[in-house]
Nanobody
Framework: QVDLVESGGGSVQAGGSLRLSCVASSYTQSSDCMGWFRQAPGKKREVVATISMRGRNTYYLDSVKGRFTISQDNAKNTVYLQMNSLQPDDTAMYYC????????????????????WGQGTQVTVSS
């Protein structure tokens, strides 16, 4: 079992920045692929970004490319999501996720492929 704890959410105005952090209680093969999903009220949950903790492969939702950056600190079992140029459409609950290496390779946009989920952190962007 791997526990994921998110932090860093909050409220900002459009054009602002936030950095989300997610600490995993331990590293296992089944949690090598880490990343973030988000869900806004009335909308479908969608992947934002994923990263392979050992391989550094990354995946981004098209609408966040060039604005968001995912990174990891293996020594701390932590993944970060730097979010710049935030827009009202980015408003959502953001969930940290973790899965096996094959998840990052083939199933980054499939929420059912992730083994572990955090409780979520709210991001609100006002216009």
């Amino acid at each position: 079992q791997v526990d994921l704890v998110e932090s860093g959410g909050g409220s900002v105005q459009a054009g602002g920045s936030l950095r989300l952090s997610c600490v995993a209680s331990s590293y296992t093969q089944s949690s090598d692929c880490m990343g973030w999903f988000r869900q806004a009220p009335g909308k479908k949950r969608e992947v934002v970004a994923t990263i392979s903790m050992r391989g550094r492969n990354t995946y981004y939702l098209d609408s966040v490319k060039g604005r968001f950056t995912i990174s990891q600190d293996n020594a701390k079992n932590t993944v970060y999501l730097q979010m710049n140029s935030l827009q009202p459409d980015d408003t959502a609950m953001y969930y940290c996720v973790a899965g096996s290496p094959i998840t990052c390779r083939y199933y980054s946009n499939d929420d059912s492929a992730f083994n572990y989920w955090g409780q979520g952190t709210q991001v609100t962007v006002s216009s």
